[in-house]
T-cell receptor, first 115, second 115 residues
């Protein structure tokens, strides 16, 4: 199993450009999450999904959109990038099933710089 | 509102000495509690969790954590620190299944083990 994968690993954008980050998981997990990590602020939840076709806002959703068209994929979009979106982005997945272990599995991260 | 506090930005300990990384939480009900470790330029890796049962839980790499309901704490411990334990550690909390599907993370504690 590959677990959780993220593409790309690195990206530099100019202000106003758009991009999509792709997260894929092969563990058949229902729940998927997008976080951003900034120094001294820990992980902050951007958006999450509790199943195919459903998404919900997290703590810091402004400037981001998401889609979950397939159970194994969770896409994070930036329509018009801003320097404040310079961060490391992590995707995670987990299972809600009774008897599962509930912990999240994380991808390796995408380092995004917006100039 | 749910919250997690990691009061120490950094913990320094000599190799071979016991280590403690502190975590306190605030949730409305009974929580699920987690510890994750992050090595440089990597995603978060699961260390251990408390779901129910014995208040002392054991996890990966010789780590353990003690759940203290009265003090709302879930401190991470290891009897003998290794230089290779140096990393960033995150505490996280999640409501029981009937509550939110979201996880709340602390801001992280950097552990430095000195040779």
């Amino acid at each position: 199993n590959a677990g959780v994968t993220q593409t790309p690993k690195f990206r530099v954008l100019k202000t106003g450009q758009s991009m999509t980050l792709l997260c894929a998981q092969d563990m058949n997990h229902e729940y998927m999450y997008w976080y951003r990590q900034d120094p001294g602020m820990g992980l902050r939840l951007i958006h999450y999904s509790v199943g195919e076709g459903t998404t919900a806002k997290g703590e810091v959703p402004d400037g981001y959109n998401v889609s979950r068209l397939k159970k194994q994929n969770f896409l994070l979009g930036l329509e018009s990038a801003a320097p404040s979106q310079t961060s490391v982005y992590f995707c995670a997945s987990s299972s809600p099933l009774l008897g599962s272990s509930y912990e999240q599995y994380f991808g390796p991260g995408t380092r995004l710089t917006v100039t | 509102a749910q919250s997690v506090a990691q009061p120490e930005d950094q913990v320094n300990v000599a190799e071979g000495n016991p280590l403690t990384v502190k975590c306190t939480y605030s949730v409305s009900g009974n929580p699920y509690l987690f510890w994750y470790v992050q090595y440089p330029n990597r995603g978060l890796q699961f260390l251990l969790k408390y779901i129910t049962g014995d208040n002392l839980v054991k996890g990966s790499y010789g780590f353990e954590a003690e759940f203290n309901k009265s003090q709302t704490s879930f401190h991470l411990k290891k009897p003998s620190a290794l230089v290779s334990d140096s990393a960033l550690y995150f505490c996280a909390v999640r409501d029981r299944p009937s509550g939110t599907y979201k996880y709340i993370f602390g801001t992280g504690t950097r552990l430095k083990v000195l040779a």
